[in-house]
């Protein structure tokens, strides 16, 4: 189906361990985003790609590694997870600058 | 810094009356804004954008209005329903690095009174 998906939605992984969001979407929209969301927070920009082999950090992006090989992936590694770490993640595209960004249905992620 | 703020966290309404979500802004350069809806356990989801050469638009039973004298962004939801609770986020598009990015509010919870 078209759209934009996420997996997994839950993922629960120790301190230090490296654990990697995948983000992908059929309308090879030319940008992507994550985010990361907490509690009184909102979304918070951590990395975000214009293209394919173009990204540029966010807000947040420590600690996170992001790489655009092709356009409809979007993969974001947490090289050695923290307790910090633990948040709700989203993924979103657009196909140009100005437009609506949509968004996927998120990964619980709770670092232990 | 830039940034994108809501002036209230929570906001209840009765069904029925009209609700209005307030933004404010900072980065004078953002020429694009958007209004989000986000329910529990779901993605934002769009419900009206405006670009900056616009004062005023219309959805369906929704309307965003942009005062860029003192850089406020709301949402007027006409005749709230039990469905229109949720989290509502606003977003403004601006240029950064390579490329240009949405920055989000913190977000205000519409609850709809019975």
């Known amino acids: 189906d078209a759209g934009i998906t996420q997996s997994p939605r839950y993922k629960i992984t120790e301190t230090g361990r490296q654990v990697t969001l995948m983000c992908h979407q059929t309308?090879?929209?030319?940008?992507m985003f994550w985010y990361r969301q907490d509690l009184g927070h909102g979304l918070r920009l951590i990395y975000y790609?214009?293209?394919?082999?173009?990204?540029d950090k966010g807000e947040v992006p420590d600690g996170y590694v992001v790489s655009r090989s092709k356009t409809e992936n979007f993969p974001l590694t947490l090289e050695s997870a923290t307790r910090s770490q633990t948040s709700v993640y989203f993924c979103?595209?657009?196909?140009?600058?100005?437009?609506?960004?949509?968004f996927g249905q998120g990964t619980r992620l709770t670092v232990v | 810094g830039e940034s994108v703020g809501l002036h209230l966290p929570t906001l209840s309404v009765q069904e029925g009356d009209n609700s209005i979500i307030n933004c404010a802004y900072s980065n004078s350069a953002s020429d694009y804004f958007i209004w989000y809806k986000q329910e529990s356990g779901k993605g934002p989801q769009f419900i009206i954008d405006?670009?900056?050469?616009?004062d005023k638009r219309q959805g369906q039973r929704v309307t965003v209005l942009l005062n860029k004298t003192v850089k406020h962004l709301s949402l007027q939801i006409a005749a709230t329903q039990p469905g229109d609770s949720a989290v509502y986020f606003c977003?403004?598009?601006?240029?950064?690095?390579?490329?240009?990015?949405?920055?989000f509010g913190s977000g205000t919870q519409l609850t709809v009174l019975p």
């Open positions: 979103a595209s657009r196909g140009q600058a100005n437009t609506e960004a949509f």
């Open positions: 790609s214009a293209a394919a082999d173009i990204t």
């Open positions: 309308w090879s929209h030319s940008y």
């Open positions: 405006i670009r900056s050469n616009m």
């Open positions: 977003a403004e598009n601006s240029k950064s690095g390579s490329a240009r990015q949405l920055t």
